[in-house]
Nanobody, 126 residues
């Protein structure tokens, strides 16, 4: 089992940057595929980025490609989401998600992930 704690959210102007962090408990962090999911008011939840357990492969939803970067440091049990060129439509609660994986895979489907953090609010003002 793993527990996830996000940090780094806040209020930023359009065009600005934020870096989200997700600290995971446990000694088997390197065995988990990780992702970031967001939910905006009135919109469906979506997986915005995902990364395999080794970090060898990543996924981004189209609206964030070229602006967001997911990365992980398995020595620090932490996954990051660097968000640049933020837009008002990026405003949402961002959740860190995880799934124990037995190979190098990830998913763009929120239902695939077994563990969620408590979420961190990101607000982008125009």
């Amino acid at each position: 089992q793993v527990q996830l704690v996000e940090s780094g959210g806040g209020l930023v102007q359009a065009g600005g940057s934020l870096r989200l962090s997700c600290a995971a408990s446990g000694r088997t962090f390197s065995g988990y595929a990780m992702g970031w999911l967001r939910q905006a008011p009135g919109k469906e939840r979506e997986v915005v980025a995902a990364i395999t357990r080794s970090g060898s492969s990543t996924y981004y939803t189209d609206p964030v490609k070229g602006r967001f970067t997911i990365s992980r440091d398995n020595a620090k049990n932490t996954v990051y989401l660097q968000m640049n060129s933020l837009k008002p439509e990026d405003t949402a609660v961002y959740y860190c998600v995880a799934k124990l994986a037995y190979d190098e895979r990830y998913s763009a489907q929120q239902e695939w992930y077994d563990y969620w953090g408590q979420g961190t609010q990101v607000t982008v003002s125009s």
